[in-house]
């Protein structure tokens, strides 16, 4: 009965990890929110720039321009200026319809790609174009080197810290804590290449190409690696010095080891810096103190006698502190990136937050019980109490590995705070006809209230200024006869109505009219995505 009830628990713990990891599938970091010639777009003559804009600062990784005749052109020549990429054009682009495929690395360090389209002169038949496809056995190696970093740090670097600092007399735990540390390095050394290959698009075969490798090292994961790899080999290598030696040592890899997950991450990204970053530091270091002294306090409890009174005692003062700090420093985390309560259950992220406080109040529950039935009488010497004392911190270090587990799928799911921030970026369309050309913007580019603006050129892309301008909304498919909003003409050139609302997300049927003069009318007409 009890061993079809731990495999239940199991089959339900996995399930919902994969669930997590295909609820993420289609989600990304950064979103784009601008591309020039716009996606669709017809121009007269070859473009000499490329543009693409995002939510977030990118990094390019990937930039390949697909001709009309299908053959492909890398393009290494390109301006990055924060958030918008300017990508110099081939000068020798033909008549047709191209496709600018790009793959690019979010300051959090996960990539995104996609692709878009416009036409010199008038569309031809569009050249084909792989469609972007989630390398299964990739992000399986990523989330299994994410928990293994996990296990080295807490309970390597973390463990190391306990027997040098607070508990000595779990120095008989010094073989695992060794074996922890060296899984971390390995571990986090594999992880650069698999960075490297989620950012290429690149399949698990390619690991050992260099080329992996050195995109990985590019993201601002690399830096976090770099510095782990430091962290760990400190703590191995002088795992066995004197004392004042491996003291002073764990110490520094243990701040290092925590400063190492504030160098990326979605922490990395998310404002305000000053806050985030150090509540990262925060909740690594405090983990590691409170994780790493797991193993240390059972192998003194094992022991018994003074030396496993001593070290719960000592365990026992301190934890409380950490377990504050860490849980202050958790929820503001928390806060930041889910921002509204629905979120928690409406995105993959606030879902596996979810998942993550439901073994966290299991966890707490466990230290509740060590503190208030455990404790007085282990103090006392009762044997029966060390021995249920020393099960109970088993079960709590399973426990932490099963957060450790569902913490990495974090990984793969953008927080809602990026979704949010994605989701009120403009949305953008050009559209033009032989009299008369509109670049329009919807701000923001979600359903709901939107302020609607355009810069109406002529065919040879100079300004004028017409008449008059209105813009026309309608959506067929849900049954929304057109809306007539008039547009006033603004001081910068531009036309702008800000009476509008976007009742639904999805495609929108966008009309334009241009009075000309009072004989002549041009319409201009194409279809806009609004985000939800």
Not at 457 to 466: E, I
Request: hydrophobic share 55%; proline share 6%.
């Amino acid at each position: 009965m009890r061993d079809q009830l731990g495999r239940s628990c199991i089959q339900v713990f996995l399930a919902g990890i994969l669930w997590c990891c295909l609820a993420a599938a289609a989600m990304a970091h950064a979103s784009l929110t601008g591309v020039v010639p716009a996606d669709g777009a017809v121009v007269s003559v070859p473009p000499k720039t490329l543009s693409l804009s995002f939510s977030e600062p990118v990094s390019p990784l990937v930039l390949r321009l697909i001709l009309p005749d299908g053959q492909a052109r890398t393009l290494e020549s390109f301006v990055l200026g924060d958030r918008t990429l300017e990508i110099s054009a081939p000068g020798d682009l033909a008549a047709g319809t191209h496709v600018l495929a790009w793959r690019v690395v979010s300051e959090d360090g996960h990539p995104v790609a996609g692709s878009t389209i416009f036409s010199i002169g008038a569309p031809s038949s569009a050249p084909q174009v792989d469609r972007e496809a989630i390398d299964w056995p990739v992000r399986a190696e990523l989330w299994l080197s994410r928990i293994a970093i996990y296990i080295g740090l807490f309970f390597g670097i973390g463990g190391l810290f306990a027997v040098r600092w607070l508990i000595p007399g779990g120095a008989d735990g010094l073989p695992i804590i060794r074996a922890a540390t060296l899984l971390g390095m390995v571990a986090t050394t594999l992880s650069l290449g698999l960075q490297g290959l989620d950012a290429l698009g690149a399949p698990l075969s390619n690991l050992m190409d260099r080329t992996a490798w050195r995109a990985g090292l590019d993201t601002s994961f690399g830096l976090t690696v770099m510095v782990l790899l430091a962290a760990f080999l400190l703590a191995i290598i002088t795992s066995s010095r004197s004392l004042v030696v491996s003291r002073a040592a764990s110490l520094a890899a243990l701040v290092a080891g925590s400063g190492a997950l504030a160098l990326s991450g979605h922490a990395s990204s998310a404002a305000p810096q000053w806050l985030m970053r150090p509540a990262v530091f925060v909740h690594g270091l405090t983990i590691a103190v409170w994780i790493g002294a797991l193993p240390p306090l059972a192998y003194a409890l094992r022991q018994g006698g003074d030396l496993g009174r001593q070290a719960l005692g000592c365990f026992s003062r301190l934890i409380p502190f950490c377990v504050a700090a860490l849980t202050l420093a958790g929820l503001l985390l928390a806060l930041v990136q889910v921002e509204e309560f629905g979120a928690l259950f409406s995105t993959a992220y606030g879902n596996v937050l979810l998942a993550k406080m439901a073994l966290l109040a299991a966890l707490f529950l466990v230290v509740v019980i060590n503190r208030w039935v455990f404790t007085k009488p282990v103090e006392r010497g009762e044997g029966d109490a060390t021995r249920r004392l020393g099960r109970a911190v088993v079960v709590e270090t399973m426990i932490v590995l099963a957060v450790f587990a569902v913490a990495a799928t974090w990984r793969f799911t953008p927080p809602p705070r990026a979704m949010a921030l994605a989701a009120a970026q403009p949305a953008s369309i050009h559209i033009h006809s032989d009299k008369a050309m509109a670049e329009v913007t919807f701000t923001p580019g979600r359903a709901g209230p939107v302020e609607v603006s355009a810069i109406i050129l002529a065919p040879d892309f100079s300004p004028f200024t017409p008449k008059e301008v209105t813009f026309v909304l309608s959506n067929p498919k849900s049954g929304i006869e057109p809306m007539r909003r008039r547009a006033a003409l603004q001081a910068d050139g531009s036309w702008r109505a800000s009476d509008v609302v976007v009742p639904l997300a999805g495609q929108w049927r966008l009309r334009v009219d241009i009075l000309i003069s009072d004989f002549e009318l041009v319409r201009l007409q194409d279809d806009v995505e609004i985000a939800p």
